[in-house]
């Protein structure tokens, strides 16, 4: 064997050893870069879930501010009570749901303030207080709103719930409000809660 083929050979082998470990590099970056993406597409889910939950506390906030400065028409805002949960699909505000005027409570002055705080409400809910091309983008997907009443226990507790399509299944939510509205076992609804003790005023 002279030296120049014995050359040529080695070269050869140093060539393709090269050439596979180019190839296993490109690999492992593709699952690196894929893995990557993965991570990013689940870490812009959380945050767009973490967003909504804190819109939807806010508009909770909300309305159990309306209720307490208006407090002598109280039922008007109820749309459900714990001893009677609504039938599916009904029971909430928002989501194309119009609320009924108030009757029985209060004054004419405050069942008309009542009714105008759950229209105002409604459109927060359904996110007309921003836009963006003609679409209201002011608020959660899908959000809708309750107000339950439980006056089982010493005091009335209203409980203002706000409901939303997540992104991800999860555990549904043990309270009614828009239940079977984010598909049929409710693994997508989320709903935050606030509840406001009002005792008898003079």
């Given amino acids: 064997m002279n030296a120049a083929s014995h050359h040529s050979r080695v070269c050869s082998h140093q060539r393709g050893a090269t050439l596979i ?15 990557t993406a993965a991570l990013q597409t689940r870490a812009q889910q ?25 407090w002598r028409a109280a039922g008007c805002y109820v749309t459900y009570e714990t001893s009677e949960p609504p039938e599916p699909e009904t029971g909430f505000v928002g989501g194309g749901a119009t609320p009924d005027p108030c ?14 705080d759950l229209l105002e409400w409604t459109a927060l809910l359904n996110g007309e207080m921003e836009t963006l091309d ?11 709103g309750c107000v339950e009443f439980d006056g089982t226990g010493d005091a009335d507790l209203y409980i203002v719930h706000v409901a939303w399509q997540g992104q991800n299944p999860t555990q549904a939510p043990d ?27 003079g």
Avoid at 21 to 35: N, P, W
Avoid at 46 to 67: K, P
Avoid at 135 to 144: H, L, P, W, Y
Wanted: charged residues 25%; contains cysteine; hydrophobic residues 45%.
């Fill in 21 to 35: 470990e180019v190839l296993v590099a490109i690999v492992v970056l593709a699952i690196g870069l894929l893995g």
């Fill in 46 to 70: 959380a945050e767009l879930d973490s967003y909504q939950r804190s819109q939807a506390l806010i508009l909770a906030q909300d309305m159990v501010n309306r209720i307490r400065a208006n």
């Fill in 103 to 116: 009757t029985g409570w209060g004054t004419a002055v405050t069942r008309e303030r009542a009714d105008e």
């Fill in 134 to 144: 003609g679409a209201n983008v002011g608020a959660m997907t899908g959000a809708r």
């Fill in 175 to 201: 309270n009614a409000c828009a239940e079977g509205m984010y598909g049929d076992d409710d693994s997508l609804r989320r709903t935050v809660n606030l509840t406001l003790r009002l005792n008898e005023l």
